[in-house]
């Protein structure tokens, strides 16, 4: 105890500027060289004549980690504090025998918050030092700057402080750490990379974010090779994809190319339907846990690049293993949206499907039906108005096109083409009030009629007309696409239900368009 209160009074003496004048030095160089060397064989205990690991009592450890605290105080390089922690003396164990820990480890491990403080508080000295030693101990440097970033991940004070000087230290070294995931690198180099940059990101995002960045290259490069590396596992790009939330802010070019290199990772590693794998088997929980990191990163980041990637991939299938947790993923995604960032996310589902010579019919009522209909559903409505003012005059284009002649691909075509543009017109009926679709000061049919408005019934007029022909149609005789056509007929029927309750009360109107055929005429309900 009374040594502990001398070293502590030292160090009090130090801070004061006191001590070195007392021992008549002006540099603590050499004394804090012989306290770091006078703990560190204190660690070592011989027996047999073999070094061998000392245990310390709890006195003993606090004495030498003042002493430490105070050689650190003396002289703030600290090279002789590294050089004991890249000692490699093997030590042996309790029966005599070698063990791969070696006197440098225990000394680390001994004192590991004193140590990363010191290293820390120096980064752009210490670490150039310490990486040095990466060709001849990768892992246990490895482990040191690991431990550095979880020091100053617990200790907030330092991490304002110290945080952004050690990251920028790490990332202009980034180069030198190539060795770990170039090609011939082992799994868990390429894990222990990945796991660093997920640290460094965590506490300063910037090179993320900015390609301005003086190291945001490399950073950059290895990441997209991660994500396309043929030789690790889905598993591991798993864990890639947990960084996706830092990269989906960078501008338009390299989202481009972290796009091409999902789309690349989707294609090597997703089956074209997720119903290939069986429930249960190691390829199924695989493929589950990648679509679960790619929900989670769409969530975090919002990011409209996502959005397509998952359609891309959910779309290829009618019902996705997964197509509850992907509603409920874009559920929150277009929630978590300020109303004016929830048009442009609408805009993706719609713009597949409107590029037909792109898509599949298949893909592109997919997309609209399982991704822009539920968004629909949950956006503010003024998200909603600005969608159908900016898409009302090409819908009523598509809606009120007659049916074509030229052959059963070409029907198809138009008949997904309507089908969809009447779930879409249900949809805006439903949500939006009678003085947003059906009044002279009405954005959206102003936008449908493209100039001045009269009545302001105009457009309510139109596709009452348009659906009612729909529903209506006289199949008898017909042998085409059959099904598809029930389904078109469907889909007019609900869209004139929605436009009436919104816009009619006499029930007349119900009467004549919803409930009411004639067979004479081939009109029918459905």
């Given at each position: 105890v009374r040594l502990a209160l001398l070293v502590s009074g030292y160090k009090q003496l130090h801070t004061a500027g006191l001590l070195l004048p007392a021992l008549g030095t002006t540099s603590g160089k050499s004394l804090s060289s012989e306290l770091v060397s006078a703990v560190f064989k204190s660690m070592v205990t011989r027996r047999d004549g073999h070094p061998t690991a000392a245990p310390l009592p709890p006195s003993f450890h606090q004495l030498a980690g003042g002493i430490l605290e105070l050689a650190c105080q003396l002289d703030s390089q600290g090279r002789d504090l590294l050089d004991c922690v890249m000692n490699k003396t093997p030590l042996m164990t309790g029966g005599?025998?070698?063990?791969?820990?070696?006197?440098?480890?225990?000394?680390?491990?001994?004192?590991?918050?004193?140590?990363?403080?010191?290293?820390?508080?120096?980064?752009?000295?210490?670490?150039?030092?310490?990486?040095?030693?990466?060709?001849?101990?990768?892992?246990?440097?490895?482990?040191?700057?690991?431990?550095?970033?979880?020091?100053?991940?617990?200790?907030?004070?330092?991490?304002?402080?110290?945080?952004?000087?050690?990251?920028?230290?790490?990332?202009?070294?980034?180069?030198?750490?190539?060795?770990?995931?170039?090609?011939?690198?082992?799994?868990?180099?390429?894990?222990?990379?990945?796991?660093?940059?997920?640290?460094?990101?965590?506490?300063?995002?910037?090179?993320?974010?900015?390609?301005?960045?003086?190291?945001?290259?490399?950073?950059?490069?290895?990441?997209?090779?991660?994500?396309?590396?043929?030789?690790?596992?889905?598993?591991?790009?798993?864990?890639?994809?947990?960084?996706?939330?830092?990269?989906?802010?960078?501008?338009?070019?390299?989202?481009?190319?972290?796009?091409?290199?999902?789309?690349?990772?989707?294609?090597?590693?997703?089956?074209?339907?997720?119903?290939?794998?069986?429930?249960?088997?190691?390829?199924?929980?695989?493929?589950?846990?990648?679509?679960?990191?790619?929900?989670?990163?769409?969530?975090?980041?919002?990011?409209?690049?996502?959005?397509?990637?998952?359609?891309?991939?959910?779309?290829?299938?009618?019902?996705?293993?997964?197509?509850?947790?992907?509603?409920?993923?874009?559920?929150?995604?277009?929630?978590?949206?300020?109303a004016d960032r929830q048009k442009p996310a609408l805009d993706i589902p719609y713009g597949i499907f409107r590029r037909e010579g792109s898509f599949p019919n298949e893909i592109r009522r997919s997309a609209l039906e399982r991704v822009c209909l539920p968004m629909l559903r949950l956006v503010h409505p003024t998200a909603l108005t600005e969608f159908f003012t900016d898409h009302i005059k090409e819908i009523m284009d598509i809606i009120g096109a007659p049916q074509t002649k030229a052959g059963e691909a070409s029907l198809k075509t138009q008949l997904t083409n309507k089908l969809c543009c009447f779930e879409l017109v249900e949809t805006m009926y439903s949500r939006l009030p009678k003085e947003d679709v059906n009044y002279p000061t009405s954005r959206i049919v102003r936008a449908y009629k493209g100039g001045e408005v009269k009545a302001g019934n105009e457009m309510t007029t139109a596709i009452t007309k348009f659906g009612h022909a729909a529903k209506s149609e006289d199949l008898r005789g017909e042998t085409v696409l059959l099904d598809l056509r029930r389904e078109f007929h469907c889909a007019a029927y609900n869209a004139l239900i929605a436009i009436i309750s919104c816009t009619q009360t006499d029930m007349k109107f119900y009467t004549a368009f919803l409930f009411q055929e004639n067979t004479a005429k081939g009109q029918f309900l459905l």
């Open positions: 005599g025998k070698k063990s791969s820990t070696f006197q440098g480890m225990v000394f680390f491990t001994s004192f590991k918050a004193i140590i990363c403080h010191h290293l820390i508080s120096n980064s752009p000295e210490s670490v150039p030092v310490l990486l040095e030693q990466l060709h001849a101990e990768p892992v246990w440097v490895g482990s040191i700057l690991h431990g550095l970033l979880d020091h100053l991940a617990k200790d907030k004070v330092l991490r304002k402080k110290e945080g952004a000087a050690l990251c920028n230290t790490l990332l202009q070294s980034w180069p030198k750490l190539a060795p770990w995931w170039e090609a011939g690198a082992l799994q868990d180099s390429k894990s222990t990379a990945l796991t660093l940059l997920r640290k460094i990101l965590i506490i300063d995002s910037q090179v993320s974010r900015d390609p301005s960045h003086p190291t945001f290259q490399p950073v950059f490069t290895m990441y997209l090779d991660m994500l396309t590396d043929s030789k690790s596992t889905l598993p591991f790009k798993s864990q890639v994809m947990d960084l996706l939330p830092f990269f989906t802010v960078l501008p338009q070019t390299q989202l481009g190319q972290l796009k091409a290199r999902l789309d690349r990772m989707v294609a090597d590693n997703f089956p074209l339907k997720s119903s290939e794998f069986s429930a249960g088997s190691s390829k199924y929980n695989d493929y589950i846990g990648a679509v679960t990191k790619l929900l989670s990163a769409l969530e975090l980041s919002s990011s409209l690049m996502l959005l397509e990637l998952l359609i891309s991939v959910m779309c290829r299938e009618v019902r996705h293993v997964m197509e509850d947790e992907i509603q409920t993923s874009l559920s929150r995604f277009i929630k978590g949206m300020g």
